[in-house]
């Protein structure tokens, strides 16, 4: 009985080591599978987008949203965001569809849809399939070894699914380690060649307050686009390539040529005002009803592309001497706002070289520096000659320290009648 009870306790001391053993061995790995994220991978055509939280797809009941983001992540898809009414707009070829965040519906030029998107964390959640069955594009949900991957396909997109996780997953797997173990940001006090300023004295001597340089902020503005030669995508790629958004005054019977222009300003953030719709001065101002006719077809136009309306306008040739007392009351009263210019580098007149440009330009800009005066609002046009010159003059704005702003309707508007009276 009592080597019974010792084979009993010393079984049950070795099963207890052996539990031990197993969950010290265990544990860890039940651990990290806790600890492993939960991710949802986006690919566009071929290109795996990088993982970060808030710019996954998520789902609601069953349908799958996805940030938007990923439909303007390569897709010829653009977007704009407006807060009063709070509305997100995608622009696509032939097409735009807005997004009435309040009022949780949808539109375009024609109709209204039921297809509405999520707000959350400050990400546009917008659903996928409705999307994609709107711009034409495919989709598929598939599997990887570290979560699901939605790959949104473009219609050039030739390589199939299968072939497509072969050829990604190495990506697919640095793009998980990359979010799964972010690095360790730096203390600054230990960031190499960095000295840290030293506390300041308890009885800091004064010094001299320096002469502050005016700050020199620009309205880059284009006008009589969008044109069907291609200037006006130039003008686009160069500030795409900047970082800079300009205003661009369109002329009505141009909108009705090359409507992805339109979408592709409104969806990148530059602003759009009207610039009339023949650009007639004898029918422009000829009488308030011509004038309000004219800006309202040009609206209807722009609507028609983009899905917005505007209440910028820059007049045709400028406000004066043409936009009498009565037609500024007109405007005024049907809420319009006008903006003329104040540098002006004639690249519309004669034959400018891009050395001109440039030079007029510059000149007028120093000029206006050493005056002392506001904010140069620059004319330009679309054309070829000014897209040539456009790489120089930003350079240029850029090394001197130019702020880009783009013209919205709550600033006072700067005009000639400002000046001229």
């Known amino acids: 009985m009592y080597i019974r009870r010792r084979l009993i306790r010393g079984l049950a001391a070795l099963l207890c080591v052996a539990l031990l053993f197993a969950g010290g061995a265990l544990a860890p790995a039940r651990l990290r599978a806790a600890a492993e994220p939960t991710v949802y991978f986006?690919?566009?055509?071929?290109?795996?987008?990088?993982l970060a939280d808030g710019a996954m797809p998520i789902t609601s009941g069953v349908t799958l949203y996805a940030p938007h983001r990923a439909f303007t992540s390569g897709t010829g898809i653009f977007s704009s965001i407006m807060y009063q009414p709070h509305y997100l707009s995608l622009f696509g070829p032939n097409r735009s569809l807005t997004f009435d965040i309040e009022r949780n519906v949808s539109f375009d030029q024609d109709r209204m849809y039921s297809d509405t998107l999520i707000y959350q964390g400050g990400t546009y959640y917008v659903p996928v399939d409705a999307v994609c069955q709107y711009f034409g594009l495919t989709y598929a949900v598939l599997d990887t070894a570290y979560g699901k991957l939605l790959r949104i396909r473009l219609p050039s997109t030739a390589q199939d699914d299968a072939t497509f996780l072969n050829a990604a997953a190495d990506t697919i797997e640095r793009r998980y380690r990359e979010y799964a173990n972010p690095p360790t940001p730096t203390p600054p006090s230990s960031l190499p060649g960095v000295v840290l300023p030293a506390a300041p004295s308890a009885s800091p001597s004064p010094?001299?307050?320096?002469?502050?340089?005016?700050?020199?902020?620009?309205?880059?503005t284009f006008d009589d686009g969008p044109k069907k030669d291609g200037s006006t995508e130039r003008i686009l790629d160069t500030l795409d390539?900047?970082?800079?958004?300009?205003?661009?005054?369109?002329?009505?019977?141009n909108m009705r040529l090359n409507e992805d222009s339109i979408r592709r300003m409104a969806g990148t953030g530059h602003a759009i005002g009207l610039h009339g719709y023949t650009h007639k001065a004898d029918v422009f101002y000829a009488s308030p009803e011509a004038m309000l006719d004219e800006l309202t077809r040009t609206n209807d136009a722009l609507y028609e592309a983009a899905t917005i309306r505007t209440r910028l306008v820059r007049t045709p040739y400028g406000s004066w001497p043409y936009l009498t007392p009565e037609l500024r009351e007109v405007m005024s009263d049907n809420g319009y706002r006008f903006w003329d210019w104040n540098v002006d580098p004639k690249d519309s007149e004669g034959k400018p070289t891009k050395e001109s440009i440039y030079a007029s330009t510059v000149s007028q800009l120093e000029n206006r520096?050493?005056?002392?005066?506001?904010?140069?609002?620059?004319?330009?046009?679309?054309?070829?000659?000014?897209a040539d010159t456009l790489p120089a003059?930003?350079?240029?704005?850029?090394?001197?320290?130019?702020?880009f702003r783009v013209i919205t309707e709550n600033e006072l508007p700067s005009n000639f009648h400002q000046y001229v009276k």
């Open 241 to 253: 390539a900047y970082g800079v958004r300009a205003t661009f005054f369109l002329l009505g019977t």
């Open 207 to 220: 010094t001299p307050t320096p002469t502050q340089p005016p700050q020199l902020v620009a309205y880059l």
């Open 42 to 50: 986006i690919a566009v055509g071929y290109t795996v987008l990088p």
């Open 393 to 403: 003059l930003l350079d240029y704005m850029v090394a001197q320290g130019y702020t």
């Open 369 to 386: 520096v050493q005056r002392r005066e506001g904010p140069s609002v620059i004319l330009l046009h679309d054309k070829h000659t000014t």
